[in-house]
Structures are given as C-alpha cells and as structure tokens.
C-alpha cells in the first residue's frame, strides 16, 4: 500500500529547461511534504518542504506545488543544470507524528548538456 | 560539521551471522531515524529515537532486527540471524527535533547477505 507515489521512474530533460516531478499521496491525515534529493553512493539531501497550509513554496530554482485537492505535489526546477541530475525522492509527514517520513519511490532526473 | 557518520560502509556476510551497524549522529540533534532502501519497497523508516528514547519502530520488519540508542551520540541497528533478503542500503538519519525539521541522512552502509 503505498502512500505517496512517484509515477515516474525517470525523467530526461534539456539543460536550462524546466524539470517537472510529480508525486501523488493518498492520506488525508498528510500535513507536511518534502523533496529530497540523492545522488549514488550518497545519503539523501534535503530540498525544499511545504505545509499543507501552503500551496506555493519557492527556494531559488526550485519551487513545490501543493494541490490538497488533487492530493497532488510537483517539484519545479528552472533553469535544469546538469548537476540536477539524480533520484529525487517526494516525501509526507502525517499530522498525528512528529517523527515518521513516507517516501515515494523516487524519479531518477537527467539532465542534459 | 561532520555530518552523520555511519559504519561501515559496506558489509558483505553470510546467512545467520549477526551484522551490527552503526551511526554517530549530528551533535545536538535529539532525534535519530534508521532508514532501509530496497528496490522493491523503496526508503522506509524501521524506526526513530528522540531523546534516546525509542518512539516508533513500527516499521522494523521482525524480531531478528533490534535498535539501540544508548546515548546521544551512538546508535547502533543489529541484525541476528541476518538473512539474503536483508540485503539493502541502510541509512541512518538526524534531526534536531523530530522529522518536520531537517532530517541530515548518512551515506548509508550497503548490506549483502549471501
């Protein structure tokens, strides 16, 4: 049963182009989400985070859509740098736990020079 | 800033051996999470500490598999008997609160069971 999904295993962009990842979730009782970013051999590096309050938040290049409706959140990169490239993992956080973080499967981003 | 620091980073074993593995977390960071990777179930957190204290450890997968944190700056996950299909990159991670703040990951130690 997986909580928050990531439909797309990978996705192949231009360099200086937009990088769009998508990432769905099925609890309501979701609050709180973020991205982290990992690249091989490396632990997982936070990104950006956004409350459910919210349905914008902009760091730099990137910036998260929250869509509580659609129960839907994106993750915009402009402009993609080939540095960009690596496995982006959409995470949640349920209301009633401070300390428990539901990944998605992760879509790996190539970005191209 | 070291960051967290996990050993080892490899560990190649064989069925039935206990595999200890270890993590010194950021220092002042009162919450600890031990993650696993896999192909098939992607990141999933087996269990965190606050305050050394274990909070949820829902997601540890059965009683071969056991977590201790006996100070603020050592935890250690124990696998006893180890099996193949523990095979999978271990992560530990810390934060200084609980998971809404930023959680800093280790670079994991890769785990093969044969």
């Known amino acids: 049963d997986q909580q928050v999904k990531q439909n797309s295993p990978s996705l192949s962009v231009q360099e200086g182009r937009i990088s769009i990842l998508n990432c769905d979730y099925t609890?309501?009782?979701?609050?709180?989400f973020l991205w982290y970013k990992k690249y091989p051999a490396e632990g997982p590096t936070f990104l950006i985070s956004?409350?459910?309050?919210?349905d914008k938040n902009e760091d730099g290049r990137f910036t998260v859509f929250l869509n509580k409706s659609a129960k839907h959140l994106s993750l915009h990169i402009v402009p993609s740098q080939p540095g960009d490239s690596a496995v982006y993992f959409c995470?949640?956080?349920?209301?009633?736990?401070?300390?428990?973080?539901?990944f998605g499967q992760g879509t790996t981003l190539q970005v191209k020079p | 800033d070291a960051g967290v620091i996990q050993s080892p980073r490899h560990e190649v074993t064989e069925m039935g051996q206990e595999v200890t593995l270890r993590c010194k977390p950021i220092?002042?960071?009162?919450?600890l999470f031990w993650y696993r990777q896999t192909m098939m179930r992607g990141l999933e957190l087996l269990i965190y500490?606050?305050?050394?204290?274990?909070?949820?450890d829902s997601g540890m997968p059965e009683d071969r598999f056991s977590a201790k944190m006996p100070n603020a700056s050592f935890s250690t996950l124990k696998i006893q008997p180890s099996e193949p299909r523990d095979s999978a990159v271990y992560f530990c991670?810390?934060?200084?609160?609980?998971?809404?703040?930023?959680?800093?990951f280790g670079p994991g130690t890769r785990l093969l069971v044969l």
């Open positions: 220092s002042g960071h009162n919450s």
């Open positions: 500490f606050n305050n050394n204290v274990p909070i949820d």
């Open positions: 956004i409350s459910s309050i919210k």
């Open positions: 991670a810390s934060s200084r609160t609980s998971a809404r703040e930023t959680q800093y």
């Open positions: 995470a949640a956080i349920p209301s009633s736990n401070t300390g428990k973080l539901i």
């Open positions: 609890n309501s009782m979701f609050d709180y």
